[in-house]
């Protein structure tokens, strides 16, 4: 029974929402906690009138509040019962608009009211159902910041659109300062931007759509990259392990050969040494004989052993040899080094070359399509600004240093630059380009002006081809003539063979080591592509032939 008693809000407040407290009645029969009403009231601007929160029958004077003893007895009664409290999921949460009626903890409001300007929940809202007072009110689902759906000059709803001024008025604005305005009811303008938005809508679903294809291609490209990686690694381990293998044989060889020779010369020289030392033995002993005959008393003994002891010594069956005393393998060294020098030199030569096909094939699994039109394009578009410090003195920057024009008259710029210019008549922009995707567009006035990239480390000094946009393998240009295009890099020259645009785009994918230059007009026209590995920051530059000649960095939105 205390289920069916609490599923018809018999005996809970439709304020608080909770079992009554101190319950009192008012005039009009519907009960209340004490605490609850007198808050309402208390809060009502009712200017002496005051009002049921449920039916909105007023009352003049405020009634007097006697708590209801029998409806207090239910209640407390009820509690006994082990009545359960409203579920709790019913409360505002975090990102939920509350019930504006509800005090203390306030429940998650279901419908908002245009009219009353307040929100409502389950049971607060019921009167703007059963109520004929609310008929007329407009009830939309709940929503937050309901003072922005008024008119801050008069207070009233906003329900009228003004096209003239694309904003949202009401009735008093139309029939006043919009009064000469094309204006349309909220819903009539609705129903037309409905249509824009679905529209929207279906390009944004294509767009995802052809985003989670590409997501999908990228995460196989990924893994086919992650599989062949891995290959690769093994592949070149073995490789790499036979190379050392290799090498450390030829270790073995040259030592077992050092040694090899080693032992047969000490062989060899311990051998000569011992019948050399034989020899030593043999005339010291014949010495010896001749000491003793020399010192004999004994004529006939004398004579008798004198033709044998003094016949002269055999020579010996050893050949005369010249014996090196400062003997070394110095030579031997001087060749492994000579070997280890031309093996890293190759090494470094190959792993240039390995390492670019290493990138070409990363870049080129994993990088996004080329920009299709200048829309594309203008996505990377990049803020550039010329250098004071590399200009030559020729060359006067103006625009906030977006243009460069060549003048008879030097410039005043400082003489203690180590980046300016001396000779050639060049400038470099202050920001280095590198690790992304940029675009940027020039302007070009008067004939024979070079655009291009360039190292920082570019000669700056000397009139050499060294400090010349295009000539050396530090840079790379596209010469324009006023008749003609051709492309530049390490002082060779491509013609290019297409129509003069007063407007040259450039494109620099840094990893991809591309740099694209375009002739911008309705459609973008490809006039030359250098195609490398870029190792360093890259600054654009600009080079001029003739006086009057200028070149501006266009301001891209």
Same mark, same amino acid.
């Given at each position: 029974?205390?289920?069916?008693?609490?599923?018809?809000?018999?005996?809970?407040?439709?304020?608080?929402?909770?079992?009554?407290?101190?319950?009192?009645?008012?005039?009009?029969?519907?009960?209340?906690?004490?605490?609850?009403?007198?808050?309402?009231?208390?809060?009502?601007?009712?200017?002496?009138?005051?009002?049921?929160?449920?039916?909105?029958?007023?009352?003049?004077?405020?009634?007097?509040?006697?708590?209801?003893?029998?409806?207090?007895?239910?209640?407390?009664?009820?509690?006994?019962?082990?009545?359960?409290?409203?579920?709790?999921?019913?409360?505002?949460?975090?990102?939920?608009?509350?019930?504006?009626?509800?005090?203390?903890?306030?429940?998650?409001?279901?419908?908002?009211?245009?009219?009353?300007?307040?929100?409502?929940?389950?049971?607060?809202?019921?009167?703007?159902?059963?109520?004929?007072?609310?008929?007329?009110?407009?009830?939309?689902?709940?929503?937050?910041?309901?003072?922005?759906?008024?008119?801050?000059?008069?207070?009233?709803?906003?329900?009228?659109?003004?096209?003239?001024?694309?904003?949202?008025?009401?009735?008093?604005?139309?029939?006043?300062?919009?009064?000469?305005?094309?204006?349309?009811?909220?819903?009539?303008?609705?129903?037309?931007?409905?249509?824009?938005?679905?529209?929207?809508?279906?390009?944004?679903?294509?767009?995802?759509?052809?985003?989670?294809?590409?997501?999908?291609?990228?995460?196989? *490209? /990924?893994? $086919? !990259?992650?599989?062949?990686?891995?290959?690769?690694?093994? @592949?070149?381990? +073995?490789?790499?392990?036979? %190379?050392?293998?290799?090498?450390?044989?030829?270790?073995?060889?040259?030592?077992?050969?050092?040694?090899?020779?080693?032992?047969?010369?000490?062989?060899?020289?311990?051998?000569?040494?011992?019948?050399?030392?034989?020899?030593?033995?043999?005339?010291?002993?014949?010495?010896?004989?001749?000491?003793?005959?020399?010192?004999?008393?004994?004529?006939?003994?004398?004579?008798?052993?004198?033709?044998?002891?003094?016949?002269?010594?055999?020579?010996?069956?050893?050949?005369?040899?010249?014996?090196?005393?400062?003997?070394?393998?110095?030579?031997?060294?001087?060749?492994?080094?000579?070997?280890?020098?031309?093996?890293?030199?190759?090494?470094?030569?190959?792993?240039?070359?390995?390492?670019?096909?290493?990138?070409?094939? *990363? /870049?080129? $699994? !994993?990088?996004?399509?080329?920009?299709?039109?200048?829309? @594309?394009?203008? +996505?990377?578009?990049?803020? %550039?600004?010329?250098?004071?410090?590399?200009?030559?003195?020729?060359?006067?920057?103006?625009?906030?240093?977006?243009?460069?024009?060549?003048?008879?008259?030097?410039?005043?710029?400082?003489?203690?630059?180590?980046?300016?210019?001396?000779?050639?008549?060049?400038?470099?922009?202050?920001?280095?380009?590198?690790?992304?995707?940029?675009?940027?567009?020039?302007?070009?006035?008067?004939?024979?002006?070079?655009?291009?990239?360039?190292?920082?480390?570019?000669?700056?000094?000397?009139?050499?081809?060294?400090?010349?946009?295009?000539?050396?393998?530090?840079?790379?240009?596209?010469?324009?003539?006023?008749?003609?295009?051709?492309?530049?890099?390490?002082?060779?020259?491509?013609?290019?063979?297409?129509?003069?645009?007063?407007?040259?785009?450039?494109?620099?994918?840094?990893?991809?080591?591309?740099?694209?230059?375009?002739?911008?007009?309705?459609?973008?026209?490809?006039?030359?592509?250098?195609?490398?590995?870029?190792?360093?920051?890259?600054?654009?530059?600009?080079?001029?032939?003739?006086?009057?000649?200028?070149?501006?960095?266009?301001?891209?939105?």
């Amino acid at each position: 029974m205390a289920s069916n008693l609490w599923s018809e809000d018999r005996f809970s407040c439709s304020v608080c929402l909770e079992l009554l407290k101190d319950p009192v009645a008012i005039p009009c029969g519907h009960s209340y906690c004490m605490g609850c009403i007198k808050n309402c009231w208390d809060q009502t601007d009712h200017t002496g009138v005051y009002s049921c929160p449920q039916c909105r029958e007023t009352f003049t004077p405020r009634p007097v509040l006697r708590r209801n003893t029998v409806l207090a007895e239910v209640v407390e009664e009820l509690k006994k019962t082990g009545l359960n409290p409203p579920p709790a999921q019913r409360y505002a949460g975090p990102g939920d608009v509350p019930c504006d009626f509800c005090t203390g903890r306030k429940f998650k409001a279901v419908k908002s009211c245009l009219t009353c300007l307040a929100s409502y929940c389950e049971t607060h809202v019921k009167p703007h159902y059963e109520g004929a007072a609310f008929k007329r009110h407009k009830l939309i689902n709940a929503t937050g910041n309901l003072e922005q759906k008024l008119c801050a000059e008069h207070q009233k709803v906003l329900e009228v659109f003004c096209r003239t001024d694309q904003t949202c008025i009401c009735l008093l604005c139309s029939q006043d300062k919009h009064k000469s305005h094309d204006t349309v009811s909220a819903e009539t303008e609705r129903t037309g931007k409905q249509k824009q938005l679905g529209e929207t809508q279906t390009e944004i679903q294509q767009r995802i759509q052809e985003r989670l294809k590409e997501v999908k291609e990228l995460k196989q *490209a /990924v893994e $086919s !990259l992650k599989r062949s990686a891995c290959i690769e690694i093994k @592949e070149s381990e +073995k490789i790499f392990t036979e %190379l050392i293998r290799s090498i450390e044989k030829i270790h073995t060889e040259v030592i077992e050969l050092i040694g090899a020779n080693e032992k047969a010369a000490v062989n060899q020289a311990e051998g000569r040494m011992k019948k050399l030392e034989q020899e030593i033995a043999e005339l010291r002993r014949r010495n010896a004989e001749l000491k003793q005959l020399s010192e004999t008393e004994d004529h006939i003994h004398f004579l008798q052993n004198f033709q044998s002891l003094c016949a002269p010594p055999e020579a010996g069956d050893l050949p005369s040899v010249t014996v090196n005393t400062d003997i070394s393998f110095g030579a031997v060294r001087k060749a492994v080094s000579e070997l280890k020098d031309h093996i890293e030199d190759f090494c470094k030569r190959e792993l240039v070359k390995i390492t670019t096909t290493v990138n070409e094939v *990363a /870049v080129y $699994s !994993l990088q996004a399509p080329e920009p299709r039109n200048r829309a @594309e394009f203008l +996505k990377y578009s990049c803020q %550039l600004t010329l250098d004071p410090n590399t200009a030559h003195r020729e060359l006067s920057l103006s625009e906030g240093n977006r243009k460069v024009t060549r003048r008879r008259k030097t410039q005043r710029y400082a003489d203690d630059q180590p980046e300016r210019f001396s000779s050639w008549t060049q400038v470099l922009c202050r920001k280095g380009l590198s690790g992304t995707r940029c675009y940027w567009e020039i302007e070009c006035s008067g004939r024979r002006a070079s655009i291009g990239v360039t190292y920082k480390g570019i000669s700056r000094k000397g009139l050499g081809l060294s400090c010349a946009l295009g000539c050396n393998e530090k840079s790379w240009s596209l010469f324009c003539s006023g008749s003609s295009y051709s492309a530049w890099h390490n002082n060779n020259e491509t013609a290019i063979t297409a129509p003069l645009s007063p407007r040259i785009g450039v494109y620099l994918d840094f990893n991809a080591g591309t740099l694209s230059f375009y002739g911008v007009s309705d459609t973008m026209t490809l006039l030359h592509r250098f195609q490398t590995t870029f190792t360093e920051p890259l600054y654009p530059g600009f080079r001029f032939w003739v006086y009057d000649s200028s070149v501006t960095i266009c301001q891209l939105n």
